[in-house]
Each structure stands twice: as C-alpha cells, then as structure tokens.
C-alpha cells in the first residue's frame, strides 16, 4: 500500500484559505502522502504567508492562478500538471482545505482504489445525524433524487469533494465542462454519460462553523441536472400540440374530401400520431438524450405500442373494479398516463436511446 500512496497525487484547490489548510497538509503529511498539489485560485496578497507557508513542505507542489477562476479549473489545472509532470502517476484524489476530510478517510479512499483500480472511489458521508447542516442536508436530498430520476445513477453523497480518480480517466476529466462548483456535478454526469465505474466508501460527517465554507446551492445545481427533465418534458408538449394541430388538419381536409366517410377520425387520429411521434422522437434523439444508436426508431416505437396498451389494459381495468364514471375514468387515466409518462423517460434513456 505505501508504494501505491507514493504513486498517488493529492490535489488540493484553495482559494482564501485559512489556518486549516496547513492542518491539512500535516495530516496527510503524517499519513504517508509524498505527493501533495496545492492551487492558489487567485486568493489574492493577503493570502501569500499561508500559501509560502504550504510550499515549505517537502512534498507539496504549489500552483497558482494569478486571478481567481474557481474550483473547476483548480482541478484541472492540477490534473493537466501531473499529466505532464507525474509519468508513473496510478491516479489523483481530490480533497477539500478546509479540514473537513479526515486524513484516515482520505488513506481508506486510495486503499479501495488500489483494490480496484478501474473505478473512481467516492467518499461518501452520512447525511441522517441531526448536527449535519439543513442547508447540506437539503443539498444532498434533492440532488440525489434528482440523479436517481434523471440520471439512473444511485450516489450517497453527490456534494462530496473527496474522489479517488484513476489516472486513466484524466482526459476525460479535462474535457469535462465547468469552471466552478458545478464541475464536480459535471464530473458524475460524465462518469454515467461514459460508462465509467464508480464505488463508494463511507467517510465521516465533519462540518465546521456550520459548513459557512460551501458554496453549494442546491436550487441553482439541482437545476443543472433537471436540464434533461425539461428537455423531455418540452419534446413531450410539442409532440402534443403537433398531435392536436395535425388531427384538426387532416379531419377538416377528410371531411372535405369524403363527406361520409366512416373512417375519418381514425384515419386522421392515425396520420396525426404518426407524424407527431416522429417529431417526438427526433427531438428526444437529438435535443434529449443525444443518441446516435441506430436502433433507437425501432425501440421507441416498440415502446409506444406498448405504453399505448398499458395505458388503455390499466384505465380500463381501473374503472371496472372502481365503477367509475366518465370523469372518474379521465382522472384514472391522467394518474395512469403521468405513472407510464414517468416510466417512459427511464426506459427511453436506458434502453431506446442508450449511448
């Protein structure tokens, strides 16, 4: 183990730090860690003792942006540097300086990436004691769901800042979008968007003066992730109204050309949904999910057949047992439709249009 923590490189961003980031540094120092990469994003004069003082550790590394340009970019300066300067390098772990990853969790985290070395080790922390922060528990709930439901990924702990990544998934993390906090929400999504595995690892719950130091927002990063909820629901409404426009279209041009005929609203029910499902489709593919399977036409509307028969097999059999009448079953089949409309994105994201 001690030769895979010398091979390892602790990158540590820090922008106004206070006496905490030597506590830090000393802490890891004692655990063995050779390699430490701290950067300077921009703190400014005031904090040039604090940081001439980290650069007097043997084995800590100082980088400094000259202005600040946030977390983000901290880390992929880092990132990009032991590419360049750290050819044996097994991998990086990113840790916060404000002393509020414990030195033990920081050494199990680099313990299980050396038991599996293909997978990004997440330090994950427990958000049920009442002491941990509203605002972080919050955070955590709704980003977490929101993962879950938009993304299919199951993450404990999606704020945190402790992450063991491989060497081999360092590019990546370079063209992963985002300069501030909502990099590292970036860094899971692309992690899912590349199939890249992942574990976790249980790490203790600290927080300082309230955890004033987070810069999380859970609104503002929550809604970064519901982007794809949006989108869906978007494609979903515009494929509505087309249904709607063309239907009036070809009824009214049906009942001009065959005045009797006995299948006009099927036939114009059919052309319609036919037309807009097409429309549907290519929005998910293109603006939604981003797919290029080839497969996905012939998926999408195997599904259609048969989201459009458990839609009418359950408001049917709903109304039966419940004897409802016409505005019991419009209810019964909106609670249906909403159930089936929910169940589609996940079936569509992980099966019709997966990468």
Known sequence: MNDFIKNMSVVLPSYKPDEKLLAVLEGLTEKGFSD??????????????????????????LLTHPENRGKGCALKTAFSYCMENRPSCTGVITVDGDNQHHPDDVFACCLKLSENPGQIVLGARSFASNEVPFRSRL????????????????????????????????????????????????????????????????IRTLYLDDNDSSHFNPLKD???????????????LIAS????ALFYLFVSVL?????????N???????????????NYLLNSKSVFHSQNKSSLARYYLLCVLQFAASAGLVSLAAFLLHAGNLGKTIIKAIVDTMLFLLSYQIQREWVFKK
């Open 36 to 61: 430490i990469i701290v950067v300077n994003d921009g703190s400014g004069s005031d904090f040039d003792a604090l940081f001439e003082a980290a650069d007097a550790y043997p084995n800590v590394t």
């Open 139 to 202: 955070g955590n709930v709704m980003t977490r769901s929101v993962f879950r439901l938009a993304c299919g990924i199951r993450i404990t702990d999606t704020q945190t800042g402790l992450r063991a990544i491989p060497a081999q998934y360092l590019p990546l993390m370079l063209e992963t979008a985002g300069e501030r906090y909502e990099y590292e929400t970036n860094m899971l999504l692309e992690m899912k968007t590349h199939g890249v595995p992942f574990t976790e690892v249980t």
């Open 222 to 236: 929550s809604i970064k992730i519901y982007r794809t909820i949006f989108a869906f629901l978007a494609s979903s």
């Open 241 to 244: 109204l087309l249904d709607l």
């Open 255 to 263: 009942a001009y050309l065959i005045p009797q005929g006995a299948w």
């Open 265 to 279: 609203i099927f036939i114009a029910t059919a052309a319609a949904r036919v037309c807009s499902s097409l429309c």
